[in-house]
């Protein structure tokens, strides 16, 4: 276990075959007054380098938790949290942070983009305090919005601004891209081509993604489908032939 001064940004991802984050015995409570809401309770998981995996579950069962725990947002009441074979101490905040700004992006169900600035300066936001980013235009390039580099939030539809949030999120080039609920609000057809974003960015990148859902049909198109269920993991299915984005029908 490194030291609460022992740099993570530092670290390389662990190479395929081992994990890149991994969970063991990860417990959170949260006390609401005299009440507490075990939102996990014991759980192991781990995300493999380079794969796409969805997360399952309805409301309240514990997956934007187990989320936020991965991507260091949030830390548990007890257990484990390893960046390759490094453990990131829960009371080590600033080690989070570096954790976090080094190896994380995320991509939220809003879209959060500063609507005074363009596309391009939405994403350079980031790209201007990466070590190693990209720059901005290619990014934007990345998830099909080269023609749109000038345009404000406002002149952007919801998915277009959807895409400009993903650009962001990988411009730092991320080991690892959480996503929650990234078409929780967007129509079927805006849906997959946001999807195909994040497919082509896990493929030709190798970003290893995990998009948490209830939407059981973009399962279909990961490597894994975890279903949690009570803050637990319930199951476990690997797909050997996931579909591309435009085939996914809900």
């Avoid at 997956?63 to 080590?92: C, M, Q, R, W």
């Avoid at 080991?175 to 129509?187: M, R």
């Avoid at 198109?221 to 591309?244: D, L, T």
């Amino acid at each position: 276990m490194p030291s609460p001064n022992t740099s993570t940004g530092a670290s390389a991802p662990p190479p395929k075959g081992e994990s890149l984050l991994r969970l063991q015995g990860i417990t959170k409570v949260y006390s609401m007054g005299e009440v507490q809401v075990h939102a996990l309770r014991g759980v192991d998981f781990d995300l493999s380098p380079g794969e796409m995996l969805v997360l399952l579950g309805p409301s309240g069962s514990g997956k934007s938790t187990l989320l936020n725990i991965l991507g260091g947002l949030d830390v548990p009441t007890a257990g484990h949290l390893f960046y390759g074979d490094k453990e990131l101490p829960a009371a080590d905040r600033s080690g989070l942070t570096e954790f976090r700004r080094a190896h994380v992006g995320f991509v939220f169900q809003f879209y959060n983009l500063i609507p005074s600035l363009t596309a391009l300066e939405n994403v350079q936001l980031v790209t201007d305090i990466a070590e190693a980013g990209m720059p901005a235009a290619e990014a934007l390039e990345l998830v099909g919005l080269k023609d749109r580099l000038h345009h404000f939030p406002a002149q952007l539809s919801g998915g277009e601004q959807q895409r400009v949030a993903i650009a962001r999120a990988v411009a730092k080039r991320p080991a690892v891209l959480l996503c929650d609920e990234p078409t929780g609000a967007l129509d079927v057809k805006t849906g997959r081509v946001v999807l195909q974003a994040l497919q082509d960015i896990n493929r030709n990148l190798g970003t290893t993604t995990a998009i948490i859902t209830h939407n059981a049909a973009i399962g279909q198109m990961a490597n894994r489908v975890v279903h949690i269920a009570g803050g637990r993991i319930a199951q476990v299915e690997v797909n050997p032939n996931p579909i591309a984005p435009d085939q996914v029908a809900w």
